[in-house]
């Protein structure tokens, strides 16, 4: 009888976050209906008692998770700058946003203790309930973005998707085999540390779904170790081969992020067209370096931007009067660009390439899109 009331409790849940976020678009009333739900829970099925001899130690690692998450993301905030918080602390601000909405962490995280504990040898209801919170988490924050082209749409599905995604996933992950505290301190601090600090790193797009999709990650990775040594797996199963393994994984993941995110002085972007053929090819990656625009020079290959567009051409003529005016040809093409390069356009020297590299990303574009990009 259990097993069914389970499942009706997630249909009623589906249904409030169909009708209060798509139907009738209240929050207020979105989160009544979670609270009222969870007490439903709690009252026909109480809260089992937690006697599992690893919570205080996962619980220290999600907060040691936590801790080196903003030490990294605001470390890099001081070579990127910062961005003021758009949110002002007023008491109304406070009680509607902060306040209610850790109420609502609470009573979600309990809810899916709950589930776990009450379908122990069926993993399927918590997986239901999973799905149905990255369902709720994106259609939150789907409000915030307007898709109508495939760049907003990947950015989308990178900084809010996947991260969502790996919480929840992780929250499961900690709710079924420890405890609900772990995954309250989790949700509660990535989702209102934005609220409560009074600047915001400006790392990008890009640098927070690494670090969003990281945490959870590193989370599992940390507890799923104590769980082994609990069942009592083999504590050295991890041999010095598998351990060196890791290295030149960690110093890949480590190279991409700083090529891609343009950090360091290098940044790697894919080839979209044939222009500059045989220089390079489309599919092809290349490496461009960041110079000062006293430093380059005719005959170079250029990167610059037009129209949000990254473009790789051979740099033909400059001219200097009160600015810099560039003129650039891509190798393949008859005749000069129908544009000019200004200063404020100029990102670097294309220094490297790597063939085939940029087709899975050329791919990705052209699945999002529905065409080839140029």
Known sequence: MKKYEIYIIEILLFISIIMFNIVYKSVLFQN????????????R??????????????????????????????????IMGFNKSPFSLNINYIFNIIVLESIVIVFEEILRYIIARNTQHRKLPLIIYTIILIILNVIIEI???SLNNGEVIFIFITTIIIPTISIQAVCSYLTYKVSYKPSIILNISISLYQYLLPII???GNYLYAV????????????????????????????TLLR??????????????????SGISNDTIIAVGSGSMS??????????????????????????FKKSNKVITHRIVNIEKNNKYIIYTKGDANKNIDSWTVNEQEVLGIVKYR?????????????IINGKEKE
């Open 201 to 203: 790193p400006n790392i």
């Open 354 to 366: 790597i063939k085939y590299l940029g087709y899975p990303t050329l791919w990705f574009n052209e």
């Open 278 to 303: 045989p220089t390079y090819d489309r599919g092809d990656a290349v490496i461009y370096q960041k110079t000062k625009i006293d430093d380059i020079k005719i005959g170079e290959i250029l990167a």
């Open 243 to 260: 351990k060196l393994l890791y290295v030149p994984i960690i110093i890949i993941i480590v190279i991409l992020v700083l090529l891609v």
């Open 45 to 78: 099925f109480g809260i089992m008692k937690d006697n599992n001899y690893l919570k205080n130690m996962t619980t220290k690692i999600v907060l040691s998770s936590i801790l080196l998450y903003f030490i990294t993301i605001y470390a890099l905030g001081l």
């Open 143 to 145: 409000n915030g973005y």
């Open 211 to 238: 670090a969003n999709t990281a945490l959870p990650y590193i989370i599992y990775f940390s507890t799923s170790r104590l769980n082994q040594y609990k069942d009592k797996i083999n504590m050295y199963k991890n």
């Open 32 to 43: 009544l209906s979670i609270i009222i739900i969870s007490i439903y829970a709690i009252v």
